[in-house]
Nanobody, 121 residues
Framework: QVQLVESGGGLVQAGDSLRLTCTASGRTITNFAMGWFRQAPGKERDFVARIRGPDTTDYADVVKGRFTISRDNAKNTVYLQMNNLKPEDTAVYYC???????????????WGQGTQVTVSS
C-alpha cells in the first residue's frame, strides 16, 4: 500500500508561484510513475503532469512551460512547481501513483486527498 499526502496549496494572485509536495509512505515510490491531476468545481479531474524514473516528464498543454514535475527519491516525494499561475489554474490538485500501464498511459491506483489551489485575478 502507498499513502500519498499533498501539501503546499493556498491562495495566491495571478502571476505568483506555488510548489506542491506529494509525500509518500508505506513503501518506496522510486519505481512508480507518478502523476499530478486537478479538478475544478463542476468539472472532471484532468491530467496535469507525470513523471517516470528520475526525469522523463509529460505535461498537459495548458500548463506546459509554466509547471514542472520532479521527484526526490531519497525523500519519497514528488513535487509540482507552478509558476505564472492563472485564475484558470484554480482547482484541487491530486497526486497519484501508477499501478499499471506503460509510458505515457497509466492506470493510477493510489491517490492523495488533494490540496486546494486558488488563484485570484
Amino acid at each position: 500500500q502507498v499513502q500519498l499526502v499533498e501539501s503546499g496549496g493556498g491562495l495566491v494572485q495571478a502571476g505568483d508561484s506555488l510548489r506542491l509536495t506529494c509525500t509518500a509512505s508505506g513503501r518506496t515510490i522510486t519505481n512508480f510513475a507518478m502523476g499530478w491531476f486537478r479538478q475544478a468545481p463542476g468539472k472532471e479531474r484532468d491530467f496535469v503532469a507525470r513523471i517516470r524514473g528520475p526525469d522523463t516528464t509529460d505535461y498537459a498543454d495548458v500548463v506546459k512551460g509554466r509547471f514542472t514535475i520532479s521527484r526526490d527519491n531519497a525523500k519519497n516525494t514528488v513535487y509540482l512547481q507552478m509558476n505564472n499561475l492563472k485564475p484558470e489554474d484554480t482547482a484541487v490538485y491530486y497526486c497519484a501513483a501508477a499501478i499499471a500501464g506503460t509510458w505515457p498511459k497509466y492506470t493510477y491506483g493510489y491517490w492523495g486527498q488533494g490540496t486546494q489551489v486558488t488563484v485570484s485575478s
